[in-house]
T-cell receptor, first 115, second 112 residues
């Protein structure tokens, strides 16, 4: 079974600085997707960024980018120019390639942003 | 999210009582999921559905049952609520193939 590990329960960053959240996963599959979700205090789950395993290029969405290391099974999230609104719980998630397959989540990382 | 709603948003219930949580989608998606969120565990899959009357168990299905009689509705029932089922419950739908899920706003359930 696939597993997702987020080894940082909590992280802090100064406003306007850069922070990287770590995620590793375990799988024997070659076709899969990886995701980062943000959960602010409102409890809403918000998709931040996704990466297809077959793509070598790292995904980028505005201030959010990933470092996808397929061989190392690592999928870290970098947040640049951190803002107070980035404070949230962040979940890394894995989904195997077949449509309809379940998402497997890591335990989450709480990100605190200091002003 | 606009296409998926959960009810109720909050609920307090007593141990031993049955509880049903509702998930409603307007997107006509085939796949629907129920997760629970607990500190230190992230979100864990309870049950999922791949069509009307087609459901299957996830990793934490004990004590839960589901039903899907219409495409748009997916119900989660706690047959006899226990304190260990105090949690936040999320429903989700699978959208476009290479996208993640869209989640409902969650139900905070407290079993006293």
């Amino acid at each position: 079974a696939q597993t997702v590990t987020q080894s940082q329960p909590e992280m802090s960053v100064q406003e306007a600085e850069t922070v990287t959240l770590s995620c590793t996963y375990d799988t024997s599959e070659s076709d899969y997707y990886l995701f980062w979700y943000k959960q602010p205090p409102s409890r809403q789950m918000i998709l931040v960024i996704r990466q297809e395993a077959y793509k070598q290029q790292n995904a980028t969405e505005n201030r959010f980018s990933v470092n996808f290391q397929k061989a190392a099974k690592s999928f870290s999230l970098k947040i640049s120019d951190s803002q107070l609104g980035d404070a949230a719980m962040y979940f890394c998630a894995y989904r195997s390639g077949e449509y309809g397959n379940k998402l497997v989540f890591g335990a989450g990382t709480i990100l605190r942003v200091k002003s | 999210d606009a296409g998926i709603t959960q009810s109720p948003r909050h609920k307090v219930t007593e141990t031993g009582t049955p509880v049903t949580l509702r998930c409603h989608q307007t997107e006509n998606h085939r796949y629907m999921y129920w997760y629970r969120q607990d500190p230190g565990h992230g979100l864990r899959l309870i049950h999922y559905s791949y069509g009307v009357k087609d459901t299957d168990k996830g990793e934490v299905s004990d004590g839960y049952s589901v039903s899907r009689s219409k495409t748009e509705d997916f119900l989660l029932t706690l047959e006899s609520a226990t304190s260990s089922q105090t949690s936040v419950y999320f429903c989700a739908i699978q959208g476009q193939e290479n996208y993640g899920y869209t989640f409902g706003s969650g139900t905070r359930l407290t079993v006293v």
